[in-house]
């Protein structure tokens, strides 16, 4: 076979199916393999019927042989060991300088591992988000390429091609959603932590209909207010989808969809990869972890059944006014979200000094502008905050962010009370104000806490009253409770 693919695909389940049915409406002649071999003949003869610009090949050696120098050969199947399994199967028939693409969810750390095999037999490794489900995939998703650096100039011109496109605030074009990210594993990290604000962002969401449908206003209701709010400073994907699943109807028994849909959530674990991450690298990301944990609740139906007879709350009664207490929610929900992007961003930051990537946060901000699932306006606000400080801190510090945080607050604060007075959980508001009457605190309780290790553990402590860095001891339960210094670690 005559070698005139731009690039091969490998796995055509529906995202793969339309990721190539996008290269080939660009102009980019793709080679497909499957596992499953029909797969391959099905997909040409059904979708693919009469695209000249997609071969069809049926073992690894036709797919290889399709394929331009230097050789893009992508995977878009099932994270774990498929993937390492086809790396194998390909290695023996690549020569240095071809380039192997993981485009699906791995977990950053496989890729760091893979990137240094694969370059370790003179090949180069790409790991990339992709992100937007089979819609994106179709018309242009957001790419989160990383890897072996000297790869991207020979994918770019493809990925940047294919993604979805939104308005750079700076320089008022329409710029890719894909760039380059950084080494190894920086690509697949920045698409988890995506995921993992995706998590917040919809569990806020869902805290909100909580809210309102427990003052007693029907999904018809709620889709007046989440389009309302879609005009505003909450224009989202995720806003917007939910405005269009509230005014659903079932068609067996004409009730509302969501109303019919059992309330056990799943998930696929890259909320939990978050999360773990950033336990791993000691940084708050309390609000993502929350969503998790609310999804982890919401999947032990049974138990909530049989304890919803057994465990006594506040009969929830609403004396307020609806319309000022659903404005509430809204600022409330703003409020969180920033919090929310702040630990994201935070866990980031953290990420790049660990493994000593060079990360560009306000790029990063411009790929999930479109395309991906939590696009939305607010992220122009995070492209142009990091485009003035490129080294910020916490996104929280920055005036617009800072100045929507203050007018949120008392909103914020009365939307937890009157949750809390509902018996309404909101865990994910109220761990985001937690976070930010944390963060903005001056003095925390640690001081007791380093006591009690000392205490009981001997682990010292810092004090006030010296330079940073001495550690300190005390002999709490003997005579005159003396302090000594020492050369001890906290």
Request: aromatic residues 8%; proline residues 4%; hydrophobic residues 40%.
């Amino acid at each position: 076979m005559a070698a005139q693919a731009d690039l091969g695909l490998i796995g055509l389940a529906v995202m793969g199916q339309n990721l190539v049915m996008n290269m080939s409406d660009h102009g980019f002649t793709v080679a497909v393999f499957n596992r499953t071999v029909s797969k391959v003949d099905d997909f040409k003869n059904g979708e693919a019927k009469d695209r000249d610009n997609i071969i069809g090949t049926h073992s690894i050696e036709e797919f290889v042989a399709a394929l331009k120098r230097p050789r893009r050969a992508m995977l878009l199947v099932k994270a774990g060991q498929a993937v390492d399994q086809f790396i194998e199967m390909l290695i023996p028939h690549l020569e240095p300088g071809d380039i192997i693409i993981d485009g699906g969810n791995s977990n950053f750390n496989d890729t760091v591992r893979r990137t240094k095999y694969v370059e370790s037999k003179g090949l180069l490794y790409i790991g990339t988000g992709v992100s937007g489900g089979e819609e994106g995939a179709r018309h242009g998703p957001s790419i989160m390429p990383g890897g072996s650096p000297a790869a991207w100039p020979h994918v770019k011109p493809i990925f940047q091609a294919v993604s979805a496109k939104a308005l750079d605030p700076k320089t008022g074009t329409q710029e890719p959603c894909c760039d380059w990210v950084g080494e190894d594993g920086a690509g697949h990290f920045v698409k988890m932590v995506h995921n993992g604000i995706e998590y917040g962002d919809m569990q806020l969401i869902c805290e909100a209909y909580q809210l309102m449908s427990a003052i007693g206003m029907t999904p018809a209701e709620m889709h007046e207010v989440f389009a309302e709010w879609n005009k505003g400073d909450l224009d989202s994907y995720l806003i917007e989808i939910t405005r269009d699943i509230l005014a659903k109807t079932d068609d067996e028994t004409g009730k509302p969809m969501v109303d019919v849909i059992l309330d056990t959530a799943g998930q696929k674990g890259t909320g939990k990869w978050t999360a773990v991450t950033a336990l791993d690298l000691g940084q708050p990301l309390t609000l993502i972890g929350e969503a998790v944990f609310a999804r982890c609740l919401s999947a032990m139906k049974d138990e909530r059944v049989a304890a919803s007879s057994k465990l006594r709350g506040p009969k929830p009664k609403f004396r307020g006014k609806r319309e000022k207490f659903v404005d509430d929610v809204r600022q409330a929900l703003y409020a969180s979200k920033i919090v929310s992007y702040a630990q994201g961003y935070q866990l980031m930051r953290s990420a790049a000094e660990e493994f000593q990537w060079n990360l560009n946060y306000g790029g990063i901000a411009l790929m999930w502008r479109g395309g991906c699932i939590i696009r939305s306006q607010f992220l122009g606000k995070i492209k142009e905050a990091f485009d003035k400080k490129p080294k910020l801190v916490n996104l929280m510090l920055t005036p617009y962010f800072k100045k929507a945080l203050s007018k949120a607050q008392g909103a914020w604060r009365r939307t937890i009370q009157q949750a809390t007075k509902l018996g309404v959980p909101a865990p994910a508001f109220s761990t985001a104000l937690a976070y930010y009457d944390g963060y903005r605190a001056e003095r925390l309780p640690a001081n007791l806490l380093q006591a009690q290790r000392d205490y009981f553990g001997a682990h010292t402590y810092e004090r006030l009253d010296k330079p940073r860095g001495q550690f300190f001891h005390t002999n709490w339960t003997g005579t005159g409770g003396t302090t000594t210094a020492g050369t001890y670690t906290a």
